[in-house]
C-alpha cells in the first residue's frame, strides 16, 4: 500500500512514467525510475518486501538515456544513486524508515545541478584567464551571489490529492519575485502543480518587515500561511506549497495539510525549531 502511493505521488509531481514497472515484468518488487531531468536515465530499483521498513536496492541502469548520454553515464548515475540513497536513509532510521523515492530523486537532481556548475565555472575560469592572456591589467569579475537552497518537505497524499512545500532564506524583497520564478521555472514537478501557494516574511535592511502571500487559485490558503510564518515568528523567509489535485475537494482539511507540509520544510531547513 505504501510503495502504491509513493508511486502515484512521484508520477503526478514528475510525469505518469517516472516510477513504473518494466515492460518484462519479472519481480513485482522491481520497479524503474526514470531521471526527470537530463540525460532521463532510467534505474531499476528493487523494493524489500518490508518497504519502507527497509530500503530498496538500486540494481544499476535500464536504460542507457535519452539520445546524447555519454556511452557509462547510467552506470555513473547508478553508483551516485547508491550513494546519495545510502544518506537518506540514514536520515529515515532514525525514525523507523519511510518513503525514500522522492528525496532519492532530490538529491539526484541536486547532484545534476551541481556538476552543470562545476563544468559552468570550469569554462567561465577557462574564458578568465583567456581574457587575462589578451587584456593587461583587466579587472577580475565579482564572484557570483550565493546559490538559493530550497528545503522541501515529504510530498503528503491525501484522496489523491498531493501536497509539496519548498522554503528557503530570502533578505531582500527586491530578489523575491526572481527567487520564486527560478523556482517554478527550473524545476519541472512546480509546471504541472495545480496551485503554487507562497507566503513570506521579509525584513530589508531598512527595518522595514514586508509580508504578503499568494493563492495561486487556493483560496485562502495564502492567507493560512502567512498566518503561520507569524505564528512561528519568523522572518526572512519565502515558504511554497504546491498542490497536485486529485479530483477530491478536502474543504477545511486541506488548510491543515497545507500548514503540515510548510511547518515539515521549513523544520527541515533549520528556519524553525521542531518544537514550534
Known amino acids: 500500500m505504501a510503495l502504491s502511493l509513493e508511486i502515484q505521488s512521484i508520477n503526478a509531481i514528475y510525469g505518469p512514467t517516472t516510477l513504473s514497472e518494466p515492460d518484462t515484468k519479472i519481480n513485482p518488487q522491481i520497479l524503474n ?3 526527470p531531468f537530463p540525460p532521463s536515465i532510467t534505474l531499476a530499483l528493487s523494493f524489500p518486501a518490508s518497504y519502507p521498513a527497509h530500503p530498496p536496492t538500486v540494481l544499476g541502469p535500464a536504460s542507457a538515456g535519452a539520445a546524447g548520454a555519454k556511452k557509462g553515464e547510467g552506470t555513473v548515475w547508478a553508483e551516485r544513486a547508491r550513494r546519495v540513497l545510502d544518506r537518506v536513509w540514514a536520515r529515515r532510521e532514525e525514525v523507523g524508515g519511510g518513503e525514500v523515492v522522492f528525496d532519492l530523486l532530490l538529491g539526484l537532481e541536486e547532484e545534476g545541478q551541481m556538476e552543470v ?13 583567456t581574457d587575462d592572456s589578451r587584456t593587461s ?3 577580475i569579475p565579482a564572484p557570483p551571489d550565493k546559490e538559493v ?5 515529504d510530498p503528503l497524499t491525501i484522496h489523491k490529492s498531493i501536497f509539496l512545500a519548498h522554503s528557503t532564506i530570502c533578505s531582500d524583497p527586491l530578489t523575491l519575485d526572481t ?9 519541472k514537478r512546480f509546471q504541472s502543480a495545480t ?13 522595514v518587515l514586508h509580508e504578503d502571500f499568494n493563492d495561486d487559485g487556493e483560496h485562502g490558503a495564502g492567507a493560512k500561511l502567512l498566518g503561520l510564518l507569524r505564528l512561528l515568528g519568523v522572518e526572512n ?5 504546491s498542490r497536485w489535485f486529485g479530483g477530491v475537494k478536502l474543504g477545511s482539511q486541506r ?3 497545507i500548514g503540515a507540509v510548510a511547518r515539515e520544510s521549513l523544520v527541515r531547513g533549520g528556519l524553525v525549531a521542531a518544537s514550534e
Open 33 to 35: 525510475l526514470t531521471l
Open 117 to 129: 556548475g562545476d563544468l559552468e565555472r570550469d569554462e567561465d575560469k577557462q574564458k578568465e584567464e
Open 137 to 139: 591589467g583587466a579587472l
Open 149 to 153: 537552497v530550497w528545503t522541501a518537505s
Open 179 to 187: 527567487l520564486l520564478s527560478s523556482l517554478r521555472t527550473s524545476h
Open 195 to 207: 496551485h503554487n501557494m507562497t507566503a513570506w516574511r521579509i525584513r530589508s535592511s531598512s527595518g
Open 237 to 241: 523567509v519565502v515558504v511554497v506549497v
Open 255 to 257: 488548510f491543515r495539510l
